[in-house]
């Protein structure tokens, strides 16, 4: 149980714009006012203040105990990384030339200039071309939760763009394609399972363009969300690395048959944009909306105090408090601001659930519960508390989830004809359109929409036989969703 005792040193106003008229700044707002991160001093980085950590330890715990049934085991490796590395695999340095933090030469280090992590497939390559012999030593399934710098930003938007981020990073060697393909698959599924279940998010599934795929990959595969003012955002990829990477670095193991083979290797991350992600999805006028399983406080307790039976309203909660223990619940029994100004506080922070307790409702035996998602009170008899409170925690989850798929099946819409795109797009739609799948088709889409670009080939359904391209009018390699994007 957590008792309230900030409140006093830290006032938080409510949101003073609405989600539909100004999206950008009523995000800005919700992440700063439910106190989940802030801008930092250092240009183009974000401090993640404890609630928002709180949540990306939630999807730490989870993810981990996925990891662990199908075998992938948790490392860390160094922040720097040498220029030379880079330049064994050139399509994966050109890649991300532009975003690469360097530290100048410095006498000790040879001479060679240091890259701080945009990502780590070449400094872990490094070491798996020593830990790599035998086909005995395969797979070799390794993850590991980091931070990244990617210095092409200057303008934070909090969570979802930022110079330093948070993230998982796995890295496997296979001796097979057939197995890279397949965990290539399961862990782009376990990304749209931790999207759905943990954040209630959900996503949709499908294979990135040749022009989107990760640089040096053979294919990538992205979950993609669609959010409530029409922008895609990707919430995570899988990708297929093929045996470039384990030429490039010399990881080679001896078969069965007792010759020498280059492995295949697949690489696989999401960041803290999954925070930005739910936020966005589910977030309301007043404020934060969290899926309970991710609260860490679940429930808010507000006693209604007067100064005729104070002692008794105070108790009681307190005995609430106790009983609701397994959802770590807030008793807010300061007095240095009224019960209304607490109630709108934590709309304002998510707490799922709040309950008011008042002379009235020790009379009655009961409690009043008000659900944050949707404002429903109810009338709970004290007796029934903890089992209601579970329940209604769980009904929440679901809903939350139920909603947002319905928000996006509203959002999406197929197009075949040039004119029917460029509406489509204009009304901020996901779009189902015929392509060609050729690099300069998409830029000619990109440029003329003013930024719609491929987001996800789907894994199924994705067939264009005899279709043009909804822009150049070639004919269709496929179907695909393009969208605006964050």
Not at 23 to 44: C, D, F, N, T
Not at 55 to 68: A, C, G, H, P, S
Not at 183 to 188: C, F, G, L, P, S
Not at 253 to 258: H, K, L, S, T, Y
Request: glycine share 6%.
């Amino acid at each position: 149980m957590a008792a309230r005792k900030d409140l006093v040193k830290e006032e938080t106003t409510g949101i003073t714009v609405k989600k539909a008229d100004d999206m950008p700044e009523w995000y800005s707002q919700v992440v700063l006012k439910a106190k989940l991160a802030e801008h930092s001093r250092i240009k183009g980085c974000m401090v993640i203040r404890p609630k928002g950590y709180a949540i990306w330890q939630t999807v730490m715990d989870y993810f981990n105990e996925r990891l662990k049934m199908i075998g992938v085991e948790n490392a860390y490796f160094p922040m720097f990384i040498p220029e030379s590395f880079f330049e064994k695999e050139k399509e994966h340095a050109e890649g991300f030339e532009p975003e690469v933090a360097w530290i100048e030469k410095k006498e000790d280090d040879g001479g060679e200039r240091l890259a701080l992590r945009p990502t780590s497939e070449t400094i872990m390559y490094d070491s798996y071309s020593r830990w790599v012999r035998s086909h005995r030593d395969l797979p070799l399934r390794i993850n590991q939760w980091c931070n990244i710098v990617r210095w092409e930003v200057s303008d934070v938007k909090l969570f979802l763009r930022s110079r330093e981020f948070l993230w998982q990073e796995g890295h496997c060697v296979y001796a097979t394609e057939e197995e890279c393909d397949e965990e290539v698959r399961i862990i782009i599924d376990e990304y749209a399972r931790l999207c759905e279940e943990l954040l209630a998010v959900p996503v949709i599934v499908g294979r990135k363009s040749e022009k989107e795929k990760f640089a040096g990959a053979k294919y990538t595969l992205t979950i993609e969300a669609f959010m409530p003012d029409g922008k895609a955002l990707q919430c995570g990829t899988s990708h297929n690395l093929g045996q470039g990477f384990g030429k490039a670095f010399g990881i080679s193991f001896v078969g069965e048959d007792e010759k020498r083979h280059t492995p295949w290797q697949s690489s696989w991350g999401f960041s803290t944009r999954l925070i930005g992600a739910m936020v966005m999805t589910h977030s309301d006028d007043k404020g934060l909306v969290l899926p309970p399983k991710v609260a860490k406080n679940k429930v808010a307790i507000v006693p209604i105090i007067f100064d005729t039976g104070k002692k008794q309203i105070l108790a009681e909660a307190g005995k609430v408090a106790d009983e609701l223990a397994p959802f770590d619940p807030i008793l807010d029994d300061s007095e240095e601001h009224s019960a209304g100004w607490k109630f709108n506080q934590y709309e304002v922070e998510g707490v799922p659930l709040r309950i008011e307790i008042g002379p009235k409702d020790i009379e009655k035996r009961q409690v009043v519960m008000v659900r944050r998602d949707t404002g429903e009170k109810s009338f709970v008899p004290r007796k029934e508390i903890l089992a209601t409170v579970r329940k209604t925690l769980d009904t929440m989850q679901t809903d939350l989830l139920a909603r947002a798929k319905e928000r996006l099946e509203r959002s999406m819409t197929a197009a075949e004809t040039w004119d029917a795109f460029t509406t489509a797009i204009d009304e901020r739609k996901l779009v189902f359109s015929p392509h060609c799948g050729e690099e300069e088709c998409e830029d000619w889409i990109k440029d003329k929409t003013g930024g719609a670009s491929t987001r996800a080939i789907p894994l199924k359904g994705s067939e264009a036989k005899g279709k043009a391209c909804v822009h150049c009018g070639k004919p269709a390699a496929y179907r695909v969703y393009f969208s605006k994007s964050y």
